[in-house]
């Protein structure tokens, strides 16, 4: 409705003056991510790859946080998000958030249960 | 009797009623809703994904061995690099539609039509590169063994390098009769598509070529798929390979565990849908801001709406890139 934008981003770091000039510069800081997670998916350093953080690699880490904060940008730039009563983005955001972490949570735990049967044949507890 | 009570002391609170608590329109809030909704299926997609891929979590194909090829670029390995175009054209089209939105406000009628024209551009490449993908998917490699327990066997050299079945399958001449009708009527009917060698081709090829190895889809803990010795290789090629596979199906694929074909069709088809519908409703609005329509309404609120579902197809593909590519 109204047209006024939030011209600050990284927590009032940055300062645009206009609305376009926000738009290039998530447009830069968009790329630049993408770059960097086009070039350690190409590298694969391998301390990244060896070294895990709750049995996941950090390379795995690096790239799902990264992609979370594109998707920040994306929906509170590109989208206005950032713009909107705190009321539409929580009905919005919060409920997203709650019902992947359930699903994300229990199916990947399910999963790696049934990995386990499969790899050592061995029925732990009622399956 | 003033028995029913008229007031109910919430007047002009933010939700007392009459007012516009999310200070948004009914379209642009029922837009947001059906993004929600639509994230969430996208979601389920990616966790089911998740799931299959924990559970075969030591055979899992990995990406940038399976995307490897850019058009026009034949034989050179380049592992992400036509994704990563993909995802940078994607991401400029949703700058140009926000900069339409953008326009929009400001009442630009021309700028606003461009900025569209721009976005429907890239939405048209991204489309026409994700045929492409699945095209170089689904015709595949360098072909690969199937065995009786539905695993797949790879070929490669001593030095490491993959060989295409080509390069050693060695033909058997066989005489193929067209059965018919008179010959009796009970017949399986011909599967449609033949593979190129049949299994026997490939055995005899390989018996043939000392140098050559069999890769199987397990990974070893460093992540990498285990080599098997030439004498572990010709015992289980002759004992368990059954048939040939080339490409990539719903049922066989030469790259791995079959389910990642699937979840790459399913989920990449539905996010190439959603591509595909965004350009056609882009094309739509584009016409109206041609013809005058929202001048006239005084608003570019529908720029903005169809905005609104354009990014939200370039932030699916944000996560379908980490889970496909990257991950």
């Known amino acids: 409705m109204g047209h006024e934008h939030k011209l600050e981003i990284f927590r009032g770091l940055v300062k645009f003056n206009s609305n376009i000039q926000k738009i290039w510069g998530v447009f830069i800081f968009l790329c630049l991510v993408t770059a960097v997670e086009v070039v350690l998916g190409i590298v694969k350093p391998e301390f990244l790859v060896h070294g895990r953080f709750l049995t996941m690699k950090y390379l795995n880490w690096i790239f799902i946080i990264l992609t979370l904060v594109k998707a920040y940008y994306i929906t509170w730039d590109f989208m206005h998000m950032r713009d909107e009563k705190t009321g539409l983005r929580r009905a919005v955001v919060w409920t997203f958030v709650f019902l992947i972490c359930y699903l994300i949570a229990i199916l990947l735990v399910e999963a790696d249960y049934i990995f386990e049967i499969y790899k050592n044949n061995f029925i732990k507890f009622n399956f | ?327």
């Open chain 2, 1 to 327: 009797m003033e028995a029913t009570v008229s007031k109910t002391g919430t007047e002009g609170k933010t939700w007392g009623g009459g007012t516009q608590p999310f200070n948004v329109s009914y379209g642009k809030m029922m837009m947001w809703f059906f993004i929600l909704s639509d994230a969430l299926t996208f979601s389920g997609f990616i966790a089911s994904y998740g799931f299959s891929r924990f559970k075969f979590i030591d055979a899992w194909p990995i990406a940038d061995e399976v995307f490897t090829h850019v058009p026009f670029l034949h034989g050179v390995p380049a592992p992400m690099y036509y994704v990563a175009f993909m995802t940078l054209v994607l991401i400029f089209s949703s700058v140009t539609m926000v900069l339409a939105v953008d326009a929009g406000h400001k009442m630009q009628q021309s700028k606003v039509a461009w900025y569209m024209f721009f976005t429907i551009i890239g939405g048209g490449i991204f489309v026409g590169s994700q045929a492409w993908e699945w095209a170089t998917f689904i015709k595949g490699d360098y072909g690969a063994v199937e065995t009786n327990g539905g695993r797949i066997l790879q070929f490669l050299d001593t030095e490491g390098n993959r060989v295409a079945l080509a390069d050693f399958a060695s033909p058997i001449p066989t005489d193929r009769v067209t059965h018919e009708r008179k010959n009796g009527v009970w017949h399986y009917a011909e599967p449609t598509t033949r593979t190129t060698y049949d299994i026997a081709e490939v055995q005899k090829g390989f018996m043939a070529n000392e140098n050559l190895l069999i890769r199987t889809q397990y990974l070893d803990q460093d992540g990498h798929p285990i080599v098997l010795s030439r004498e572990a290789s010709i015992e289980k090629l002759m004992n368990d390979g059954k048939f040939v596979v080339e490409g990539a199906n719903l049922r066989h694929n030469e790259y791995g565990h079959p389910l990642f074909a699937d979840f790459f069709f399913f989920i990449t088809g539905f996010h190439g849908f959603h591509v595909f519908s965004g350009v056609v409703i882009n094309v739509i609005i584009f016409f109206n801001v041609i013809i005058g329509t929202y001048e006239r309404r005084k608003s570019y609120e529908m720029v903005e709406k169809v905005g609104l579902y354009w990014h939200f197809v370039d932030l699916v593909w944000v996560f379908v890139f980490t889970f496909f590519y990257l991950v």
